[in-house]
Structure formats: C-alpha cells, structure tokens
C-alpha cells in the first residue's frame, strides 16, 4: 500500500462494501403498520405481493419469510421429492444447494462460464443423469442467465425449472425483467441486496394453482389464510389442507418493501454508474477483469466482483488485506459450495471455472450514496497492486 493511500485511510471512515438504502419514508412505513394494529401477514402483504409481481412481470406474488424459503416453496410446488436430484451450481451461496436436501432430493453440482458466473446448457447437460428431476439456475450477483437456452434446454427433458432470482430486484434478459416467463422465481430481499425488507423473500410464478399451493404450504397448509379468517364477519372454521410451514412475511416488512420498490429503479441505475467507473478505470489492468453485462441483458450489479487471472502478481487475499489495510470493506468471491464441508459427502467432479471464481475473485463496495473520493480509494489500492 502506498503512503498517500495509507495516510487517507487514517483519515477517512472505513468503506462498507454495502450498505442499505433505508430513509425516514420506510421508518414512517414500519410505523403506521405498527399504528394500524395489523402487524402480521395481512393486507400490506397483499399489496406488496402484487406490486412486487407486476415489478417482474409475474401473475403471482407469494411473500414469505426469506429468499431460502421462497425456493424451498418453490421445489415443493414443483413436485420435486425424495431420491431426484437437482441441479445446482456450486457457485452459489450454500442455501441453492440446501434446499434441494430440505426435500431430501440430491443436489447435483454443475460448473459455471466463467465470464458471468452462471449455469449454461453445457454445464447443466453435463451434470445430467436419469434420475434428474429439475435445475436451480442462479442469477448470480445480478448477472443474467441465459434465460432461453437454459428454458429451451430444460423443457426438451422434461425438467422442472427454479429461478433463484435473489439478487435479481432490477435486472434485464432481454429488454424484459428476468421474472418474466418463470416457471417459479425466487427473490430475497436480505439488506444485502437492492431492495430489502430486513429479512423477507418472494416467490413469483404464473402458475394460478402453484401461487395458491405455496400460499397454503406458508401457511401451515391451511385452506384460507389467517388475515381472510380474522377479517371474515362470520366463523370460519379452517382446514389443514397438507403439512406446511410457517414461512409468512409481516405487514411491517411488506411497507418496508413497498416503500423500497419505488426506489428500486434508482437504486439499480446509481449501481450502474459506479460500476462503469469500476469498469473505466480498472480497464487495462492485466490479470484483472471486472465483471460486466453479458451481450443479451443488463445486471443490476447487486455485487461487483473483479477475477484476478493468470499475470495479477498478488494473491485475492493479500488484494483483501491491502483494500483492509486501506480502510475498504471488501469480500472474497462467491462461494463454491462444493467446497464447504457441509458437501463433502457429495462426489463432485473438478469444476474448474467455480473453483477460479471462487478462489480467485473479489467483491468491491458498491452502495448508495458511494462518493468519487470513496471509489477513488478502492481504485487507487488495486492499480498499486497491478503490474
């Protein structure tokens, strides 16, 4: 580290590598719920529901409890039971893959193109066996999957297709959300990502009879939801329809949400222009590449991440102590699930892009309200670094 960087650092905050857009309008939002008295799964829930639908050009909207649970409910709705497997990429975070085994399937990993992170036909067809029953592609970091050859492919076999849009609030396949057209997608609204409600997740789908399955399974797999009993003027007496769960959002999170939904386009073009002068000025550098929209859609950049190819003359975790030592919060790449001792009784195959990504990339702070100054500085540590 150079001694102007040095000496800045000292003098500056520290950089977070995210930090959540939360103001005074969704303050007053969780508030007038707690006024209202409907605190739990009730008509903000409703709204947010549809609202969040028509964002993503989906029919249906199911708020639950995490983006986990949204997929969860999604493989359930899906048929996919004891014994299939699913595949899945291992570059993921760990919850991709854990699903599958909460329907006691077999989660399969598949390899990712290195350029964007995500599932290809060639990847998944190579992880194909008989017993394959449905894939899980990932919309990582923001980054569009390849929507139609990834739907064509799966359609042709006969697989069920699980969209796990966690990071996707905002992105384009296409011109078009990347909700649109989905089997079932599943978005998290963790503060990590562009649009968040604290804790809280969605499952979107087209499908009238697999939104009104999931809206029971979150339930307890009741027959008529708590806030349509509790509303009723007249007894009403439920049944219990399947074994369920209790995966609801409140109403507080949903005017969290509604309030963070008008913001989200916003929130998605800030995110670009720091990016393209990520991009910009991290041009030319060897051994380093930054990730970028793919030619068929636009990422919403929820993470960016830069590879450090062969002929980068640091390590990713000496570049992580440096951007440290500068005063930048920073984070090791996406993990490799496989890797993780959770998975170690999964026979895998090399991976070998996953495990490059993983091992050899770096995610930048990206937030609102990000100064010049502040990206200055995470500039400055990686052109010190660079040959």
Not at 66 to 79: D, E, I, N, Q, W
Request: aromatic share 6%; glycine share 8%; with cysteine.
């Amino acid at each position: 580290m150079t001694s102007a960087v040095a000496t800045e650092a000292e003098a500056a905050p520290r950089i977070p590598v995210m930090v959540p857009w939360l103001g005074e309008e969704e303050a007053e939002a969780a508030a007038e719920a707690v006024r209202s008295g409907w605190v739990a799964q009730g008509p903000r829930v409703a709204e947010f529901e549809r609202a969040f639908a028509a964002e993503v050009g989906a029919a249906h909207g199911v708020a639950v409890s995490s983006g986990t649970t949204a997929l969860h409910l999604g493989l359930v709705a899906l048929g996919v039971g004891a014994g299939e497997e699913v595949v899945v990429p291992s570059l993921s975070f760990i919850a991709t893959a854990n699903v599958a085994r909460y329907v006691n399937a077999v989660p399969v990993f598949a390899d990712v193109d290195v350029a964007t992170g995500n599932l290809t036909p060639e990847t998944i067809t190579a992880a194909l066996t008989p017993k394959t029953r449905a894939v899980i592609l990932v919309h990582q970091g923001g980054v569009p999957a390849d929507l139609d050859a990834v739907r064509a492919l799966c359609a042709d076999r006969g697989l069920a297709l699980l969209e796990d849009a966690a990071c996707a609030a905002g992105v384009r396949y296409r011109g078009a959300p990347v909700g649109v057209g989905a089997q079932v997608a599943a978005w998290s609204f963790h503060p990590r990502k562009l649009l968040t409600t604290g804790e809280g997740g969605m499952a979107t789908t087209d499908d009238a009879d697999v939104a009104a399955r999931m809206r029971r399974l979150r339930e307890h797999g009741m027959n008529v939801s708590a806030a349509d009993r509790h509303a009723s003027t007249k007894p009403v007496l439920e049944a219990y329809l399947e074994t369920g769960f209790n995966y609801r959002m409140t109403d507080i999170q949903a005017a969290v949400g509604l309030v963070q939904l008008r913001k989200l386009a916003a929130t998605v073009a800030e995110r670009r222009e720091i990016a393209a002068r990520y991009q910009r000025e991290l041009a030319g550098i060897a051994g380093l590449t930054p990730v970028a929209d793919p030619a068929y859609g636009q990422t919403n950049y929820q993470s960016f991440w830069v590879r450090l190819d062969e002929g980068f003359p640091v390590s990713r975790d000496e570049l992580l102590l440096r951007l440290s030592d500068a005063g930048v919060s920073a984070r090791r790449g996406i993990m490799a699930a496989h890797m993780e001792p959770a998975y170690a009784d999964v026979s895998t195959p090399r991976l070998p892009n996953t495990e490059a990504l993983s091992l050899n990339s770096l995610i930048l702070p990206v937030f609102h309200g990000m100064t010049a100054s502040q990206q200055d500085r995470v500039i400055a540590v990686l052109k010190a670094a660079s040959p």
